[in-house]
């Protein structure tokens, strides 16, 4: 590189296209599919990325020139990160652009890897703890080369409490529940908790739509099982919503984006009845 000056970060502004700037990268990954292909979108763009917060963005041009530098660079710190108060992860789950970095204590003792097979015929490992910041938990998973590097760690002879920092990490809740449990608690404690009432077919075929997600106790028999080609649904992993097919690849709507690995649900349509009637249904997992 040439000895011109370089600008700060901090002094950059939108509408140049001449900046030249030193910096390290410290973080760098690939979208990529699972043959190893570039992710693209289905109109054959490149999906975009996730991202860490921050007000300005880099972007590369074909007249971008890059090139390593010869020093060091010792005046550039070696780690940088931004990080979220336990209680602004929340918000977190509810997007899919940001990473996050966050920080704890790690409250729960490691008990070691856990080897799965998972629902694409792979085997996977995969590693569970709890964080704390002394006032609320959040749980933590780790998969694969993650996992081993983590569990080596912990082998060794740490100094407790063990502190830990988890950059750009994904941040998501399971089954669309959250899992702090004193909140659960204090949420279930001021809803009260309403038992499903007995009803009849005919009572449960004229509920309004304001029932949609009401639960109903009945007693019926399988009459028929529908028969079809597919016996699942394919769902989004994030907001668990179905997902569709659009140009060979499987897109959510909600989340605007391809879901590679949808998570499939088995279901199946039925004929049932009583001496009420008779009705359709569908048995989920």
Known sequence: MSTNRYENLSNLKTGRY??????RVIRFWKVVTRTGEELKCFNKTRIHAFILRND?????????????????????????????????VMALTK?????????????????GINKL?????????????TITDGKSNIKVTFWDRYVEFFAKT??????????????TCKVGLW????????????????????????RKIEDIKNLGKEAIEAQVLTHLRIQTVEETEMCYSNYCTTCKNKTQMVDEY????????????????????????????????????
């Open 18 to 23: 001449d900046y030249k700037i030193k910096v």
């Open 56 to 88: 300005k963005q880099l972007i590369f041009s074909k007249d971008t020139k890059i090139e390593d530098t010869k020093d060091k660079a010792n005046q550039i710190q070696e780690d940088a990160f931004d990080f979220y108060d336990h209680s602004e």
């Open 95 to 111: 997007q899919t652009t940001y990473l996050a970095d966050v920080v704890g204590i790690i409250k729960s003792n490691f008990k």
């Open 117 to 129: 097979h998972n629902r694409l015929g792979k085997d996977q490992c995969q590693a569970k703890f």
């Open 154 to 167: 912990m082998s060794e002879t740490v100094e407790t409490p063990v502190i830990i920092i988890i950059a």
């Open 175 to 198: 089954n669309g529940m959250s899992k702090n449990e004193e909140f659960l608690k204090k949420i279930f404690e001021k809803l009260g908790r309403k038992m499903a009432e007995m």
């Open 250 to 285: 499987l897109f959510c709507y909600n989340c605007k984006r391809i879901v590679p690995h949808a998570e499939k649900k088995f279901e199946q349509t039925m004929l049932a009845a009583n001496d009420t009637g008779g009705i359709k249904i569908v048995l989920g997992d």
